[in-house]
């Protein structure tokens, strides 16, 4: 007697596809990128860089057939028109004016350094105050215990107070903050290396090379760090 023929197999399950869940803490999408849309992106770095790139080449091209006083003036006048000539294009294109804004304001207190001294150089002081204050009020968060990273993140992120309480998420935002404390030193280091050097230019390049794209870069890790941390606590079951 012939056997029944043999029922034909039911196809194998598509193997699942690995997503990694890139959610921040609280469940919602990432945050980096909207992060780096708050800061500016590459529209802050030309809204803040653009005018500090202008003073330094006009100053350096008069400097050469007129005096130091003139190449000054000269400098302070394109930058400031530069400064003028972004907040009107991004008022004729309508897109925001917050990165334009702060940035002239930036602008009008280097304006001043540079021309109460006469030294180019010190067109680039306020931002090496800035840097030098960011850097010890971060630290000092950090060393206090109430890390000025969690905070930022936590408003994001929708977390609220609650990191507070929790000991690994404190020791995580303590790290990212010393973290951003280094690299706010770094950017004083460098720039008050040059500027007892007195060279605007690499003041400049400095400015522009150290600015927005390493906060773009720096949010990203602590992003990407918090998240790590976050997943590698829940994958050993700590709270």
């Known amino acids: ?113 540079a021309a109460r001294s006469g030294e180019a150089r010190d067109f680039f002081k306020p931002g090496i105050y800035i840097n030098i204050g960011y850097g010890l009020l971060f630290l000092g968060s950090a060393v206090i215990g109430r890390p000025l990273v969690g ?12 990191w507070r309480t929790v000991r690994r998420l404190r020791r995580v935002f303590t790290v990212a903050t010393i973290g951003w404390a280094l690299v706010f030193a770094m950017r004083a280091v460098v720039q008050v290396a040059f500027y007892n050097a007195d060279r605007p230019d690499l003041l400049a390049i400095s400015r522009l090379l150290l600015g927005w794209p390493v906060t773009i870069a720096a949010v990203a890790l602590t992003v990407a760090y918090v998240r790590r941390s976050h997943r590698r606590a829940e994958a050993l079951g700590l709270p």
Do not use: H
């Open 1 to 113: 007697m012939a056997e029944p023929p043999l029922e034909a197999a039911e196809p194998l399950e598509p193997p699942l596809e690995v997503v990694e869940d890139e959610r921040t803490i609280s469940g919602e999408r990432p945050l980096g990128p909207a992060l780096v849309e708050q800061l500016g992106g590459k529209r802050g770095l030309v809204d803040s860089g653009l005018p500090a790139v202008v003073f330094v080449g006009v100053n350096a091209l008069v400097d050469i057939g007129a005096a130091r006083s003139v190449a000054l003036r000269w400098a302070i006048a394109a930058a400031v028109a530069t400064g003028i000539g972004i907040i009107v294009l991004r008022l004729v294109r309508r897109e925001t004016v917050q990165q334009a804004l702060s940035g002239f304001l930036g602008l009008g207190l280097a304006v001043f350094f």
């Open 151 to 162: 905070a930022i993140y936590s408003a994001v992120d929708g977390l609220g107070d609650t």
